[in-house]
């Protein structure tokens, strides 16, 4: 009876463990759901095909982590047009990328969101805001009519990414400690034209 109960407990322990891992697969998985690009689509005005889209940025712990050490986080939208092919690989005729960077103004209390090395800035009073306005992309220009053949089709695709930068004091010292990065599967469609 004595050997029965000890067979007993490793079992029951087994489960629990099988179970405590499923349950954090399934909290991971549900925090990388909240992560998404919505919706994206083109216009073509003048000839100019411009990329619009709504990424949903989550309210990652580590965003907020990241900004309070000092760093910057890096939000990136990847856009490829590519020429569809039948009897040949497809080839990537546009491959270009939407850089925006979100940082922590301390004197100020506001969090801070620069698109490029120039760019005007935009500040906001919560985390939230800034996440919200760092997916929200308008009027993107990608590609001009000319650089597409009548006769091919194209598809246009996007993904979006976020990064942790380098604290500022440190960037000049370590250009290449960019440590996590999360980033979206592609969102595709066939370019009109």
Same mark, same amino acid.
């Given at each position: 009876?004595?050997?029965?109960?000890?067979? @007993? *407990?490793?079992?029951? @322990?087994? *489960?629990?463990?099988?179970?405590?891992?499923?349950?954090?697969?399934?909290?991971?998985?549900?925090?990388?759901?909240?992560?998404? =690009?919505?919706?994206?689509?083109? &216009?073509?005005?003048?000839? =100019?095909?411009?990329?619009?889209?709504? !990424?949903?940025?989550? $309210?990652?712990?580590? =965003?907020?982590? %990241?900004?309070?050490?000092?760093?910057?986080?890096?939000?990136?939208?990847?856009?490829? +047009?590519?020429?569809?092919?039948?009897?040949?690989?497809? /080839?990537?005729?546009?491959?270009?990328? $939407?850089?925006?960077?979100?940082?922590? &103004?301390?004197?100020?209390? @506001?969090?801070?969101?620069?698109?490029?090395?120039?760019?005007?800035?935009?500040?906001?009073?919560?985390?939230?805001?800034?996440?919200?306005?760092?997916?929200?992309?308008?009027?993107?220009?990608?590609? +001009? #009519?000319?650089?597409?053949?009548? &006769? %091919? /089709?194209?598809? !246009?695709?996007? @993904?979006?990414?976020?990064?942790? #930068? /380098?604290?500022?004091?440190?960037?000049?010292?370590?250009?290449?400690?960019? #440590?996590?990065?999360?980033?979206?599967?592609?969102?595709?469609?066939?370019?009109?034209?």
């Amino acid at each position: 009876m004595m050997g029965r109960v000890a067979r @007993r *407990i490793p079992v029951a @322990r087994l *489960i629990a463990l099988l179970l405590l891992l499923l349950l954090a697969v399934a909290m991971a998985r549900a925090g990388e759901q909240d992560f998404k =690009v919505r919706s994206a689509w083109v &216009n073509v005005r003048d000839a =100019v095909f411009e990329v619009n889209a709504r !990424i949903q940025y989550p $309210l990652d712990p580590r =965003v907020q982590e %990241a900004l309070d050490a000092g760093a910057s986080v890096h939000f990136d939208l990847q856009c490829e +047009v590519v020429k569809q092919s039948r009897y040949w690989l497809d /080839s990537t005729l546009v491959d270009v990328k $939407l850089e925006r960077e979100l940082t922590w &103004n301390g004197l100020t209390q @506001r969090y801070v969101l620069r698109e490029g090395e120039h760019s005007e800035q935009l500040s906001f009073a919560t985390l939230d805001e800034a996440l919200a306005a760092a997916g929200h992309v308008e009027s993107w220009p990608v590609v +001009v #009519g000319p650089q597409l053949e009548s &006769n %091919a /089709s194209y598809q !246009i695709r996007v @993904r979006a990414a976020y990064r942790r #930068g /380098s604290p500022a004091r440190l960037r000049a010292l370590m250009p290449w400690g960019d #440590g996590w990065s999360r980033r979206t599967e592609w969102h595709k469609w066939a370019l009109p034209h």
